[in-house]
């Protein structure tokens, strides 16, 4: 597994260029900012933005707080990747964490002022320094279960938000607009009816699904995530409690795995129980 970095201070527009970086060198995996990025999706680590302060955020950073290292080389161990990009703010920080990380020396090192222009990097500090504005390398899709309460809207960041409100949001983590690499994602309501109809048959409990909604949470131009609620006809001796919070857990689980929106609520109205006769006379 070889190691590359693109270093540069903070605020110049790293990860802005992560993709382009990454792919221009054959790199398939990302690290930054304390996560793992894999063939666009985060698969390890937790963001140094989620800290309460810049000095635990740096520690995230560098992968230096407990636990964090090892959770994230148990990641790179389970995918694989034949070559890591690493994003630092100088050559030895992205050494140290290469060391944390015990994925070797990095082998090449890429400065943001060799692909970037001076304009292009005050553009990047205004929107970091002046907007609180931090750009992670995936789709928004992706981003949504790992940053919920983080995320804002690309376009509506760079153009849409007021003065006051971003000083009481502080650094904000967006993404970096997915029409520049990935196209316009949109997953219709049937897939999210779909998914609900396959998981739920498969329990036993669960003996038929309908009265099945999905209801947007929206604010402004912006979608928050999602509200689902079904009618469920459950199978008689189990008890209702139980196999209400599992069906919960379980439908909220592969919903987000599966499409990366936010489920909020899953509201479950018990309608009927259905009795196996049959199975009575056997």
């Known amino acids: 597994m070889d190691v590359i970095a693109l270093v540069g201070p903070s605020g110049t527009g790293k990860s802005h260029r ?32 989620k800290e309460k302060n ?40 992205v050494q140290k964490i290469a060391k944390a990380l015990r994925i070797g020396p990095v082998g090449k090192i890429i400065r943001i002022e060799d ?11 205004y929107h970091r320094l002046k907007r609180g ?18 995320l804002i809207d690309p376009i509506k ?22 029409f520049s690499y990935y196209g316009k994602l949109i997953i219709d309501d049937s ?15 669960v003996h038929r699904v309908g009265g099945l909604h999905v209801h947007h949470v929206v604010s402004g131009d912006e979608d928050l995530g999602i509200n689902v609620s079904l009618e469920v006809v459950f199978a008689y001796g189990h008890a209702i409690a139980d196999a209400m919070t599992s069906l919960r857990s379980q439908l909220r689980a592969e919903i987000e795995r599966m499409t990366g929106m936010v489920v909020h609520e899953i509201d479950i109205l018990v309608k009927s129980l259905y009795v196996d006769t049959a199975a009575g006379h056997a």
Not at 115 to 121: E, N, Q, R, T
Not at 133 to 150: A, D, N, T
């Open 157 to 178: 960041s760079f153009f849409k938000t007021s003065a006051s409100k971003r000083r009481r949001l502080g650094e904000r983590s967006i993404v970096r607009p997915v």
């Open 18 to 49: 992560a993709l382009w970086v990454a792919r221009t060198n054959g790199a398939d995996a990302i690290i930054d900012d304390g996560i793992l990025i894999k063939d666009g999706k985060v698969i390890g680590g937790v963001s140094a933005k």
């Open 54 to 93: 810049r000095i635990m955020a740096v520690r995230r950073a560098i992968f230096v707080l407990p636990g964090h290292a090892s959770d994230v080389r148990r990641a790179i161990e389970e995918s694989a990747p034949r070559r890591i990009l690493l994003l630092g703010t100088s050559e030895n920080m």
């Open 191 to 205: 897939v999210i009816k779909n998914i609900v109809h396959i998981v739920a048959e498969q329990l036993a409990h």
């Open 133 to 150: 504005e931090h750009i992670i390398p995936v789709p928004s899709i992706e981003l949504k279960p790992h940053f919920s309460g983080y």
């Open 115 to 125: 692909i970037a222009s001076k304009k292009d990097m005050e553009i990047a500090q």
